[in-house]
Structures are given as C-alpha cells and as structure tokens.
C-alpha cells in the first residue's frame, strides 16, 4: 500500500469509526500552540480565561453606562456616557478583528449602531 492509500484510508477511517482527532492550532490571540476550541474561538486556556474576563468587564460598564442614559438629564453628561460606551466597544473590537468572538452583535456592529445614536444626540444638543 502506497503511502497516498494509507493517507486517505486514515481519514475515512477517522469519518467511519467516529471524529478525527483533534487538530492543534495556535491560539488566536497570543499565537502560542495547543489552543482548543472555545465559545471565542481557538484561544488557549490561559487566553480564554483573560479575554472573557475583559469582555465581562466591558459589557458590565456598556450596560451600566446604557441605563445611566436614561437618567441623565442634560446633553453633556449623556455624550460623556456615550463617549464612556464607545471606548468599551472600540476595545472589543481588537479581538473581532482577530477572529475572536466577544459579543453578539459584533462590536463593529455595536460601534456603528451606538455611533449613530450619540450624532443625533449631539445634532440635538447644539441645535
């Protein structure tokens, strides 16, 4: 049996006897081998562990400054807000642009949808 057969019998062995094994990647953030796959992406354990503790952070003060948006009563301190949340996401959106999921929508999405909103309120504000 020539090597090119027992390549392609290993891998339709793998598909009939169960998964194929595992595939070692680098980690999509620090690029060191051995990343698994998690709800982020193929991130280490180390990594996995960093990132979703930022990412809770983040989205904690995006909240937290969403609700104080409601109870603001003048134009300044909501694009102080506004200005608070648009940071947060810009800092998510490093890992989007690594393939790293964070939230959903993507923060690019969140970035353009929040961007909006903080215009018309700057258009009113000044108007």
Do not use: N
């Amino acid at each position: 049996m020539d090597p090119e057969d027992r390549s392609r019998r290993s891998r339709l062995g793998a598909t009939r006897d169960g998964p194929a094994p595992p595939t070692t990647s680098r980690c999509l953030h620090c690029g060191r081998g051995e990343a698994v796959r998690s709800p982020t992406g193929a991130l280490c354990p180390g990594c996995e562990r960093a990132i979703a503790a930022e990412v809770q952070e983040r989205v904690w003060i995006i909240q937290e400054s969403l609700r104080t948006l409601k109870e603001e009563p003048g134009v300044p301190g909501m694009l102080r807000e506004w200005d608070l949340i648009l940071a947060q996401v810009e800092a998510l959106q490093q890992y989007e642009a690594r393939a790293i999921l964070t939230t959903c929508p993507p923060p690019s999405t969140l970035l353009r949808d929040f961007q909006a909103q903080r215009d018309v309120l700057a258009r009113l504000g000044w108007a």
